[in-house]
């Protein structure tokens, strides 16, 4: 369904009377468009704190766009940044005010791993004092710290994560620009495996997301670099996608496949019509089954077995509501819940993994809720299920080898079949109550789930993203 007030806001009339009204004026989101789009285009600050570790991977991977790079001259602790000068990277830019006026930056870089303590969180005030305001148009914030978890020293463990309730504040403070903040936290030695990150959070793919930490590993599995073509990532693998018929899980499937996947598409049989749609539409092939069943997960691992030898990609996307608050909600509605939402996607795993049909760097992907954070009036049933998808995701990433990877996403108010049948004012409310003052599309779930697939990903794992422009509910 259209946001017709995110259209009417966008015109000359419209902006005018949300001003005089104090009303939001949420931006139209720049989106990905182009198949060969560079990932980054424009201009591009980059700084650093002091002893920084990642410069060299950031500079290394924005280096294969086309942005203009600055690096600042300013407080000594901005100094290790000149590194990028002196290879040619970037342009020296003085941190005055009215030089930094002159440009509109498309993002903001900063590389804070060498934070050592509390009072070297000043670093930020520094760099991003004199330059937040000439944020481009849905541009992009994005800082890169060290995991608290592998921070043996309490102080520095404190100022890594203090580097969450920054992020999470600049991302409400550029929103009203369609701007997004990220956060990634690198352990150390793992600043190789950031290159999918930094192109994914630069990039249009991540319009509706925003606020949000990552953590990344050193990954396992294939050694060394493994080259990748930028346009078609996903090129020789195989996904499987449950509930691909429609909505958020059709956009999957074609994002999967427009990323070279060849992907089956999974549903009951009575989407049939529509499954075969979508998988003649994208060169996939459908498959018809209830992940409920007893034998589900053996129907699902003979396919793949027989038709495939396995399988790269298991994106557990299908998903049931059965709304009734606790005290009047029947024994099967909270049954059907958990067994689509949540025991299916064990079930299917298991089978797949005693038969070792998911292939060496491996990706499972399971799809939670804001709702396994937040709760939900009426939704005890599925937020009970969405939050266990973040628990089984936590703990199967610690188990899983062979550089197989499992994260999650966690959708807030996408605009859906299902979002539409609401009732106006509650979706209204759902579309405003998040920094980016919008609904988001299935396509930014089917973003978010293409990079954590990326071969490049492999040091992301046990990572639970919201896709919710930053919901101003939950976590």
Same mark, same amino acid.
């Given at each position: 369904?259209?946001?017709?007030?995110?259209?009417?806001? @966008?015109?000359? =009339?419209?902006?005018?009377?949300?001003?005089?009204?104090g009303?939001?004026a949420?931006?139209?989101?720049?989106?990905?468009?182009?198949?060969?789009?560079?990932?980054?285009?424009?201009?591009?600050l980059?700084?650093?704190?002091?002893?920084?570790?990642?410069?060299?991977?950031?500079?290394?991977?924005?280096?294969?766009?086309?942005?203009?790079?600055?690096?600042?001259?300013?407080?000594?602790?901005?100094?290790?940044?000149?590194?990028?000068? !002196?290879?040619?990277?970037?342009?020296?830019?003085?941190?005055?005010? !009215?030089?930094?006026?002159?440009h509109?930056?498309?993002?903001?870089?900063?590389?804070?791993?060498?934070?050592?303590? *509390?009072?070297?969180?000043?670093?930020?005030?520094?760099?991003?004092?004199?330059?937040?305001?000439q944020?481009?148009? /849905?541009?992009r =914030? #994005?800082?890169?710290?060290?995991?608290?978890?592998?921070?043996k @020293?309490?102080?520095?463990?404190?100022?890594?994560?203090?580097?969450?309730?920054?992020?999470?504040?600049?991302?409400?403070?550029?929103?009203?620009?369609?701007?997004?903040?990220?956060?990634?936290? =690198?352990?150390?030695?793992?600043? @190789?495996?950031i290159?999918?990150?930094?192109?994914?959070? #630069?990039?249009?793919?991540?319009?509706?997301?925003?606020?949000?930490?990552?953590?990344?590993?050193?990954?396992?599995?294939?050694?060394?670099?493994?080259?990748?073509?930028?346009?078609?990532?996903?090129?020789?693998?195989?996904?499987?996608?449950?509930?691909?018929?429609?909505?958020?899980?059709?956009?999957?499937?074609?994002?999967?496949?427009?990323?070279?996947?060849?992907?089956? /598409?999974?549903?009951?049989?009575?989407?049939?019509?529509?499954?075969?749609?979508?998988?003649e539409?994208?060169?996939?092939?459908?498959?018809?089954?209830?992940?409920?069943?007893?034998?589900?997960?053996?129907?699902?691992?003979?396919?793949?077995?027989?038709?495939?030898?396995?399988?790269?990609i298991?994106?557990?996307?299908?998903?049931?509501?059965?709304?009734?608050? #606790?005290a009047?909600?029947?024994?099967?509605?909270?049954?059907?819940?958990?067994?689509?939402? #949540?025991?299916?996607? !064990?079930r299917?795993d298991?089978?797949?993994m005693?038969r070792?049909?998911v292939?060496?760097?491996?990706?499972?992907?399971? =799809?939670?809720?804001?709702?396994?954070?937040?709760?939900?009036?009426?939704?005890?049933?599925?937020?009970?299920?969405?939050?266990?998808?973040?628990?089984?995701?936590?703990?199967?990433?610690?188990?899983?080898?062979?550089?197989? *990877?499992?994260?999650?996403?966690?959708?807030?108010?996408i605009?859906?079949?299902?979002?539409?049948?609401?009732?106006v004012?509650?979706?209204?409310?759902g579309?405003?109550?998040?920094?980016?003052s919008?609904?988001?599309?299935?396509?930014?779930v089917?973003?978010?789930?293409?990079?954590?697939?990326?071969?490049?990903?492999?040091?992301?794992?046990?990572?639970?993203?919201?896709?919710?422009?930053?919901?101003?509910v939950?976590?």
């Open positions: 369904m259209s946001d017709l007030y995110l259209k009417f806001v @966008n015109t000359s =009339v419209g902006k005018q009377a949300a001003s005089s009204l009303l939001p949420p931006i139209e989101l720049e989106r990905w468009k182009r198949q060969d789009q560079s990932f980054i285009e424009g201009k591009v980059v700084g650093a704190g002091p002893r920084p570790r990642a410069l060299s991977a950031l500079g290394e991977t924005l280096r294969g766009s086309p942005a203009t790079l600055y690096s600042p001259e300013g407080p000594a602790t901005l100094g290790e940044s000149s590194a990028l000068v !002196e290879s040619g990277v970037a342009k020296t830019l003085t941190m005055e005010d !009215e030089a930094i006026a002159e509109k930056f498309k993002a903001l870089v900063f590389d804070a791993t060498g934070i050592r303590d *509390t009072s070297e969180l000043r670093c930020l005030y520094d760099f991003f004092h004199p330059t937040i305001r944020i481009a148009r /849905c541009g =914030v #994005l800082i890169v710290g060290t995991d608290p978890a592998s921070c @020293n309490p102080a520095r463990a404190a100022a890594h994560k203090a580097l969450e309730g920054f992020v999470r504040s600049v991302a409400k403070e550029i929103g009203k620009k369609g701007a997004t903040a990220q956060l990634l936290w =690198v352990a150390p030695n793992a600043e @190789n495996q290159e999918s990150s930094v192109r994914f959070f #630069l990039s249009p793919k991540s319009a509706y997301v925003d606020g949000q930490p990552v953590r990344i590993g050193k990954g396992s599995g294939t050694k060394g670099r493994t080259a990748v073509n930028t346009n078609a990532p996903l090129t020789g693998k195989v996904a499987l996608v449950t509930g691909a018929s429609r909505g958020i899980g059709e956009a999957i499937a074609r994002t999967l496949a427009r990323d070279g996947a060849r992907v089956v /598409c999974l549903d009951i049989p009575a989407t049939m019509e529509d499954l075969n749609r979508v998988a539409d994208i060169g996939g092939s459908p498959l018809a089954a209830d992940i409920t069943e007893d034998n589900g997960p053996r129907l699902i691992a003979d396919h793949l077995e027989d038709e495939f030898g396995g399988i790269d298991v994106v557990h996307n299908a998903g049931v509501t059965r709304d009734k608050t #606790l009047r909600m029947p024994e099967h509605f909270w049954d059907m819940a958990i067994a689509v939402n #949540l025991t299916a996607e !064990e299917i298991e089978e797949l005693e070792d049909l292939r060496e760097n491996g990706r499972i992907v399971c =799809v939670s809720s804001i709702a396994g954070f937040a709760g939900n009036f009426g939704q005890t049933n599925y937020a009970a299920s969405k939050s266990g998808v973040i628990g089984y995701v936590e703990s199967m990433a610690r188990q899983l080898k062979n550089g197989i *990877t499992i994260n999650a996403v966690a959708p807030g108010f605009e859906t079949q299902m979002t539409a049948a609401m009732p004012t509650i979706r209204e409310a579309r405003r109550m998040n920094s980016l919008q609904g988001g599309l299935p396509v930014d089917a973003e978010t789930i293409a990079w954590y697939c990326n071969p490049l990903s492999r040091g992301i794992n046990g990572n639970v993203v919201r896709v919710c422009g930053q919901s101003l939950g976590k």
